[in-house]
C-alpha cells in the first residue's frame, strides 16, 4: 500500500487518485471522511460549536462509501454528495471535527477496513506515521505556501487568482498549518517530495517508480 501525507493543498487527492489509476489500486481520500462527518454534523442543524465527539459520531452513521472509477467517495444518506462536502460550511467546521480523537479513530477504522481487502492508496494527514506505520511507500508532499494558495484557488475560482487573493489564501494555509502540526507529521522513512517545481505527472510518475520498487522488492 502507499501512503501519502502533507500539509493542507499539497496536491495529495489528486496526485494519490492518479497514482492509484497507474497502478491499479484503490484510492482512499481519508479527508473526505472527515468533511463527509462534519457535513452529517452540520445537517442535524447543532451549531458546530456545540458539537461533541459522540454527536458527530452518531451523525456520521449517515456516511457510506462507494465506489467511484478507481476510488471510493463518500456518501450522505446512500447519496453522492462531493458538493456538499467540499463547501464552505464545511470548510469552515472541518478543523474542529478531524481534532476529535474518537472521530479521528471511526476515519482511521474505515480506511483499515478497505486496506485489508485490497492495495490501496491512502492520503490524508497522519496516513504514514498512525494509521499505516507499516506502509509499503510512504511519501510526504511539501510545497511552498503561495503555490498551494495559488492551486487551490485555481481549483475553486477555475480561474486565475490576483495576487491579493493568493496572499489572502496564502495566510489561511499557514494559520492551517500551525493547527494541523500535531497532524502532519512526517514519517522518519517516508520519501519527501518538492512539488513547488513540479508537474503533477512529475511527481505521479516518482510515486510510482517508488511503489514498484517496491513491489519488486517483496517478490
Known amino acids: 500500500m502507499v501512503a501519502i501525507d502533507g500539509p493542507a493543498a499539497s496536491g495529495k487527492s489528486s496526485t494519490a487518485e492518479w497514482v492509484a489509476r497507474e497502478l491499479g489500486y484503490c484510492h482512499i481520500d481519508s479527508g473526505a471522511l472527515y468533511r463527509a462527518a462534519a ?9 458546530p460549536e456545540e458539537w461533541t465527539p459522540r454527536h458527530v459520531l452518531d451523525a456520521a452513521r449517515m456516511v457510506s462509501l ?3 472509477g ?32 474518537p472521530v479521528r479513530a471511526w476515519v482511521n477504522e474505515q480506511v483499515r477496513e478497505v486496506a485489508a481487502r485490497q ?7 497522519d496516513i504514514g506515521t498512525a494509521v499505516f506505520p507499516e506502509a509499503d511507500v510512504k511519501v510526504y508532499l511539501v510545497a511552498d505556501p503561495w503555490e498551494r494558495a495559488k492551486r ?7 480561474r486565475l487568482p490576483t495576487d491579493e487573493e493568493i496572499a489572502a489564501e496564502t495566510d489561511r494555509l499557514v494559520h492551517r498549518d500551525a493547527a494541523d502540526a500535531t497532524q502532519s507529521v512526517k514519517a522518519r522513512d517516508a520519501v519527501e517530495i518538492n ?6 505527472e512529475e ?11 517496491a513491489i519488486r522488492g517483496k517478490a
Open 39 to 47: 457535513a452529517a454534523a452540520i445537517r442535524t442543524g447543532v451549531p
Open 66 to 68: 462507494a465506489s467511484s
Open 70 to 101: 478507481t476510488s471510493l467517495e463518500p456518501q450522505l444518506d446512500g447519496a453522492p454528495a462531493d458538493a456538499e462536502i467540499r463547501s464552505p460550511s464545511v470548510n469552515a467546521a472541518v478543523p474542529r471535527v478531524a481534532r476529535m480523537q
Open 119 to 125: 492495495n490501496v492508496v491512502v492520503d490524508g494527514r
Open 152 to 158: 487551490r484557488l485555481v481549483q475553486h475560482l477555475r
Open 195 to 200: 512539488t513547488t517545481h513540479l508537474m503533477q
Open 203 to 213: 511527481q505521479v510518475a516518482r510515486i510510482v517508480a517508488l511503489a514498484k520498487a
